[in-house]
């Protein structure tokens, strides 16, 4: 109950103060990793008044036909995954618990999606950002379709990608039962 009363907490506020907390952690790493050489991506909204910066590569795009997504994207929702810790943002995001374990957050200003992420489970540490935040995508390449099995009959994403059934999803990960 107290992990419910505090989830909902944070998500009706603006994820100013874990943003800030964020920002510190994710800024030194940024900082590091740079001085090394590393990768980094800069992102932005629509408007330009969140941005998001990655340290490391953006490797793989996964695209998800499951209802939840569909719904809050218009279509096919995708993500590119990674590790919170490389990650910093600033700006006016706000979030919405879309299900018990999982969050969706999104510019104040302009509505640009920014990311979807589990709060609980092994997959936790984890951000799915937005590709769009990224010129390019930021290099990453489409790799698997999630939910594959429902995507409509006429809209198909083409390559050599991991197609995982909605039972094969259900059967590894934290899921929110269909209601068709």
Request: glycine residues 10%.
């Given at each position: 109950?107290?992990?419910?009363?505090?989830?909902?907490?944070?998500?009706?506020?603006?994820?100013?103060?874990?943003?800030?907390?964020?920002?510190?952690?994710?800024?030194?790493?940024?900082?590091?990793?740079?001085?090394?050489?590393?990768?980094?991506?800069?992102?932005?909204?629509?408007?330009?008044?969140?941005?998001?910066?990655?340290?490391?590569?953006?490797?793989?795009?996964?695209?998800?036909?499951?209802d939840l997504c569909t719904?809050?994207?218009?279509?096919?929702?995708?993500?590119?995954?990674?590790?919170?810790?490389?990650?910093?943002?600033?700006?006016?995001?706000?979030?919405?618990?879309?299900?018990?374990?999982?969050?969706?957050?999104?510019?104040?200003?302009c509505g640009t999606a920014?990311?979807?992420?589990?709060?609980?489970?092994?997959?936790?540490?984890?951000?799915?950002?937005?590709?769009?935040?990224?010129?390019?995508?930021?290099?990453?390449?489409?790799?698997?379709?999630?939910?594959?099995?429902?995507?409509?009959?006429?809209?198909?994403?083409?390559?050599?990608?991991?197609?995982?059934?909605?039972?094969?999803?259900?059967?590894?990960?934290?899921?929110?039962?269909?209601?068709?």
């Amino acid at each position: 109950m107290a992990a419910t009363a505090r989830r909902q907490s944070l998500m009706i506020s603006t994820g100013r103060s874990a943003s800030l907390r964020n920002e510190m952690s994710a800024g030194a790493a940024i900082k590091a990793d740079n001085a090394m050489g590393g990768e980094a991506h800069h992102g932005h909204c629509l408007c330009g008044a969140v941005t998001v910066d990655v340290t490391g590569p953006l490797a793989a795009i996964s695209a998800c036909h499951c209802d939840l997504c569909t719904r809050w994207s218009g279509s096919v929702q995708m993500g590119i995954e990674v590790p919170r810790a490389r990650v910093s943002y600033k700006g006016p995001i706000r979030t919405y618990a879309s299900s018990s374990f999982a969050e969706r957050a999104w510019c104040e200003t302009c509505g640009t999606a920014v990311w979807f992420a589990d709060t609980e489970g092994e997959n936790a540490e984890l951000l799915e950002l937005a590709p769009g935040l990224f010129d390019g995508f930021g290099g990453a390449k489409l790799a698997r379709v999630v939910y594959a099995d429902r995507a409509p009959s006429n809209f198909a994403l083409a390559g050599e990608l991991e197609r995982v059934s909605k039972a094969d999803y259900g059967a590894r990960a934290l899921h929110v039962e269909d209601k068709r």
